[in-house]
């Protein structure tokens, strides 16, 4: 099965923390934090439409102003999507900066603050001066931030003395094209087939025409059994600077259940449980018995201390080991 979206964390473990996801076949991607971005190039950085910040720590959003800087002059609308406190944080970025010069520049910053049971709006807008911004009605917040009709993005509230967000991906359904039976039915691949795709995310009648071309239709459903398998979606979770305890832990489950991959952080070693809890952060085996007991087929740990920047692979081995159910509890 083809993949629809790719996930990679683009930095190393003792590195400020982002991870990068783009779509198959289509020039859109999403970031979950901005810490270094320096590892991304420009353009995949112009093909992030939603940002997704766990919490405003300075390893997790320094990365604010190089995006800001590459996407300045284009016409785009970034969602960005943070904890209490974010819309200021935001304003407080761009109130360091002078903007006299904009006006005939069209991009915009649509910021979401999410609060346990409201979500805040803020948008910033290139034509008015980017400042200030201008407030939208507020939402109710129920876990669901996102609802595309291909995908959900959910979050919830994790504790790191301040609320940090941990966040869920979910694909609702993946197509698989079948190259061998679109070729028997004399179709050749093209921007048809995102349209295709669309058409079925949106549940549209089976019953209606699909054009492939302007000559050739088929019913969509007829199509669809022709030429696609649907299957399972892919679904991803992305967790980082949390302390555990019982809630937290239901909490965190609850993001990863059944992903296929968990992102995690892991940022002390599980001799060190006492100074995490002090820290707020998770162990190895803390992250590694989360991502067993959410039953995740794979789990990549990032965000460990500096302390431990000799010793990365005793953090790795930490985590896999609980991740398979070897050795310490808790
Ligand atoms: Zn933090
Ligand atoms: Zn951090």
């Given at each position: 099965m ?8 683009i930095?190393?473990p003792?590195?400020?923390?982002c ?19 320096q590892?991304?190039?420009?353009k995949?950085?112009l ?28 016409n785009?609308?970034?969602k960005?999507f ?7 944080n935001v ?11 904009i006006?005939?520049h069209?991009?915009v ?13 803020r948008?910033?807008c290139c034509e008015?001066?980017?400042?200030p911004?201008i407030?939208?009605?507020?939402a109710?917040?129920n876990w669901?931030?996102?609802?595309a ?8 509230f ?9 966040f ?10 079948l190259?061998e039976k679109?070729d ?7 921007p ?8 079925l ?5 089976p019953?209606t025409p699909?054009?492939?071309?302007d000559?050739?239709?088929f ?9 696609a ?12 600077d ?9 909490r965190?489950?609850?993001l990863?259940?059944?992903v296929?991959?968990l992102f995690i ?6 001799e ?6 002090r820290?707020?952060?998770l ?6 018995n989360?991502a ?7 789990m ?6 500096t302390?431990?920047?000799?010793a990365g692979?005793?953090l790795y081995?930490e985590a896999?080991?609980?991740?398979k159910?070897l050795?310490?509890?808790?």
């Amino acid at each position: 099965m083809r993949p629809s979206f790719y996930m990679r964390l683009i930095n190393g473990p003792f590195e400020d923390p982002c991870l990068f996801v783009s779509f198959a076949f289509e020039k859109r991607a999403f970031l979950f934090d901005l810490g270094d971005l320096q590892k991304l190039s420009a353009k995949d950085l112009l093909k992030v439409s939603h940002i997704f910040v766990s919490h405003t720590h300075i390893d997790h959003f320094i990365g604010f102003d190089r995006l800001l800087r590459i996407v300045l002059g284009r016409n785009k609308t970034i969602k960005l999507f943070g904890p209490p406190g974010f819309i200021a944080n935001v304003e407080g970025k761009l109130n360091s900066y002078t903007w006299n010069l904009i006006k005939d520049h069209s991009l915009v910053l649509d910021v979401l603050e999410i609060h346990p049971t409201v979500i805040k709006n803020r948008v910033f807008c290139c034509e008015k001066g980017l400042l200030p911004g201008i407030d939208r009605p507020s939402a109710p917040f129920n876990w669901e931030i996102v609802k595309a009709p291909r995908f959900s993005i959910f979050t919830d509230f994790l504790d790191h003395k301040i609320p940090s967000l941990g966040f869920r991906m979910e694909e609702r359904f993946h197509v698989n094209m079948l190259k061998e039976k679109m070729d028997a039915l004399g179709l050749t691949p093209g921007p048809w087939i995102n349209r295709f795709k669309q058409a079925l995310f949106e549940k549209q009648d089976p019953n209606t025409p699909f054009f492939v071309t302007d000559q050739q239709h088929f019913p969509l459903g007829e199509l669809a059994e022709k030429i696609a398998i649907i299957s399972p979606g892919q679904k991803i979770a992305y967790i980082t600077d949390v302390i555990y305890n019982d809630e937290t832990r239901e909490r965190m489950i609850k993001l990863a259940k059944g992903v296929n991959v968990l992102f995690i952080e892991s940022a002390f070693c599980h001799e060190d449980q006492s100074m995490a809890a002090r820290k707020y952060h998770l162990t190895t085996v803390q992250a590694g018995n989360i991502a067993r007991e959410a039953g995740v087929d794979s789990m990549q740990v990032f965000h460990f201390s500096t302390r431990y920047m000799h010793a990365g692979h005793m953090l790795y081995k930490e985590a896999k080991d609980a991740f398979k159910g070897l050795g310490n509890d808790q």
